[in-house]
Structure formats: C-alpha cells, structure tokens
C-alpha cells in the first residue's frame, strides 16, 4: 500500500466510525442497563472480557459520580456514546449540571487504613486505572462532555485479513474472509471484487464465518461491491461513512442481489443490522443457498 | 439483591453474610445496612460471602470501609494497625471476604482493599481462621 492509500485509509477511519448512541435517565437503577448496554457495544466493536468489563466498571464510576454531583438529586439525562478510534475504544458521557476541577480530586493513598481513608475519590481513580484517558470538557451551553479512550486488547489478527477465492462457475465468486475487515485493508477487499468484476463475475458470495470483526470500513467496502455489481460508479471512498448513505435503498429488491453474505458471525451480524445493511446485502446459511438465490 | 445469614462455629461463633447479586451505588445501601445491623445485634465476627457476586463497583468498597470502620481495632491498637497495613503484615481480624469471582477481586486488588481484608476461597478454612 503505498503512502497515500495509507493516509487515506487512516482519514476514513476518522471519519466515518460507527456510533453506537443511547441517553439514559440520571437514577441510579439505570446503572445496570448502562453496563449492558457499555459491554454489549465493546464487544461489537472487537473488544474482548477484559474490556468489556473496565469500559463497564468506568462507566458506571463515571455515572455515579456525575449522578451524585453534577445533577444534584435534580434529574438530569445523560448519553452514551461509544465508537472505536483505530485500536482504541472511545466512551464518550454527554450531560448538563454541574463542573468541577478533576485536577482537585485527590489520588486515593491505597496504603492508608480504610478507616483514615476519605471517602471520595475512589471511582475517579478506578476510572483512571481502567483507561488509558479519561479528559473532562466542561461546556454550560452545549454540556458537558466526559471521553474516556482505552487501548483494546486485541488480537494478533487485528489488521490481518486473509481472502480465498472459489469459482463455481464462470460467473460466479466465493470469496472466503478470514480476520477482520477495518480501515487498514478494506480496499484490498475491493481490489479483490473489481479483479473477479473484470473477469466476468457478477454474483459474488462472501463466506465471512471467520471473520471476527469488521469495522464501518467493511461495510464501505460492502456498498463499493454492491454498486460495482449492479454496474454503477463506485463511490469515492474518501467519502467514508456518508457513501452508506448514498444507497438507494428503494432500488433494493428490484434487482436480484448480486452480492451475499453467508454465515456472519453474532458480532458481525449485529453490526450489519445497527448499521441497516441488511436490506442491502441478503445473508444466507451457506454458499449453496446463497448462490442458488443469486443464481 | 438478595441477602442471607448463616451462623458457623469456629474457635469464635462466626457470622456469615451471603450476597446474591450486583453491589453498585443503586444497592451498596441494602448491604451495608444488613451488615451493620448484624453488629449492632452483636456479631462480633463477619464473614462476607461474595460467591454470587458477578459485579461490584467502588460503591461496594465503600460498604465495606463502612463495615470495616464498625470492626475496627481500638484506639490504642491503630498505631500497629496503621504501621501493619503500610508493611503489608496487617490484615483485619474481624472481617474477612470469602470467595471474591474474579471480576469483585480486581476491584478489591485495584483498590488496595486486598492488602488488608482478608480473602477466603474455603468455607471451613475461612470460618476456623478467625
């Protein structure tokens, strides 16, 4: 890849992550879904338990604190929401109510006797444990905004993405995805599509079971084949995330679906149906009926 | 949240809360008042059973500063205490935890809260150790 394809790439990622967006109420039974709701977004966005559970516990800190001082028992919403920046997890807590200093709370001496310890402090240290950044902005007009950012545990495969091809017939394609699909090698996805397109292909089956994650990058890269198929200009992938929203959904099911998925896994299907692709790309249990629905 | 108590006989009668369920800012309250009130009737000796505790916060560490400051040694006694826990040597006699799940035990080792409370894996073991 060179440089520029590098830069580019880079940008995308920037520019078009996923969202993943909810407000909750400022009471403290709401603690428990905002933990679901944090661990289950973690894990769609490749994180693994251990992250889960830090992004969980720092949030809930988080929540607590901001519940406690900054509504002043006056109810008050906060919204949560969680994207992934490259290898990091980003979590960002929106609100109104009251500022403070982060700089005044003291770090907790964790060698002192419980009994002489102040109270206080404790969730703001944890929350610092778990992240490798937890930043305050405080803004009375626009609200106040927590962004807390971890760097994930990923995989070795992280980056890695590994493509077979199978040619059942002449006009026909299998490409089997294994790894993940992200901002760094979604283009070779597409190279790959536009050589098969060349060669006179025009149904092509993704085989994506081993797939572990794929990122808002995958689903660009999903639309790109989608509109190369149906024989249209690709969109200029600088455009990142906004190219999504270029499809002409009402067009779907005009045509028969040039392009399929078989067997996604939980994460990557959960991806596909938040980010409303499923009417785009038809998802089938194995290649065979993918490519006799195709056919 | 669900809370029970049981009562073991070691070389000292033992008292053995169990807690089911997540401990957090909405629940730490239920908790810390059960025990407490265990004190005031006179349990002189508690042991928490964490095994049905997915999840705890720092709400949970709270409580059981709380509870730790209702056991606490006597005055004449903190001088050591204070020295003990700097050095590492000193654990609390009276309360100790039993069977943290692996997440509760991060809280407890992030928060220092490991150097000082005593941590059981073994019913028996933890009852006779008081």
């Not at chain 2, 042991?47 to 705890?56: A, E, G, K, S």
């Not at chain 2, 039993?98 to 000082?116: A, N």
């Amino acid at each position: 890849m060179s440089e520029l394809d590098s830069l580019t790439c880079r940008r995308i990622v920037m520019l078009s992550p996923l969202r993943f967006v909810r407000a909750f109420d400022g009471s403290l039974e709401q603690l428990s879904p905002i933990r679901d709701f944090v661990g289950e977004t973690v894990r769609l966005l490749g994180g693994n338990e251990d992250d889960a559970f830090a992004a969980e516990l720092a949030t809930d800190e988080a929540a607590t604190n901001v519940f406690h001082h900054a509504f002043e028992n006056l109810r008050g919403r906060i919204t949560l929401t969680l994207w992934r920046q490259e290898n990091k997890l980003v979590i960002q807590m929106h609100y109104y109510g009251k500022s403070f200093d982060p700089s005044l709370i003291p770090e907790p001496d964790l060698k002192l006797p419980l009994a002489e310890r102040p109270i206080g402090g404790m969730g703001m240290y944890i929350m610092r444990q778990l992240m490798d950044e937890v930043r305050f902005e405080f803004d009375a007009v626009n609200g106040n905004v927590l962004t807390m950012r971890r760097i994930l545990n990923l995989s070795e495969r992280y980056g890695f993405m590994e493509l077979s091809v199978e040619r059942p017939a002449p006009d026909a394609a299998v490409v089997h995805i294994s790894g993940s699909v992200d901002g760094s090698n979604y283009k070779q996805l597409i190279s790959q599509a536009e050589t098969l397109h060349a060669e006179g292909v025009n149904r092509i089956v993704l085989e994506v079971s081993g797939c572990e994650y794929m990122s808002s990058s995958g689903l660009v890269a999903l639309n790109a084949i989608t509109k190369l198929l149906r024989g249209e200009r690709m969109p200029d992938t600088e455009d990142g995330w906004a190219v999504l929203k270029t499809l002409d959904d009402a067009r779907v099911g005009q045509s028969k679906a040039q392009l399929a998925l078989v067997n996604p896994t939980p994460r990557v299907d959960r991806v596909l149906d938040l980010a409303g692709l499923k009417n785009l790309v038809p998802i089938y249990p194995d290649t065979k009926a993918a490519l006799a629905a195709m056919a | 949240m669900e809370l029970s108590v049981t009562k073991e006989q070691g070389r000292v009668p033992v008292t053995v809360l169990h807690v089911k369920g997540n401990i957090d800012s909405h629940s730490y309250e239920e908790f810390q008042t059960s025990a407490e009130k265990l004190l005031a009737d006179g349990a002189k000796d508690l042991l928490i059973d964490l095994h049905d505790v997915p999840y705890m916060s720092s709400a949970g560490l709270r409580a059981l500063n709380g509870i730790y400051n209702r056991l606490r040694p006597s005055a004449e006694d903190a001088h050591v205490v204070s020295q003990g826990v700097s050095a590492g040597t000193y654990k609390s006699p009276h309360l100790k935890l039993l069977s943290p799940s692996p997440r509760v035990l991060e809280t407890l080792k992030m928060s220092g809260f490991d150097m000082f409370l005593d941590i059981q894996s073994n019913l028996k073991t933890a009852v006779a150790s008081f």
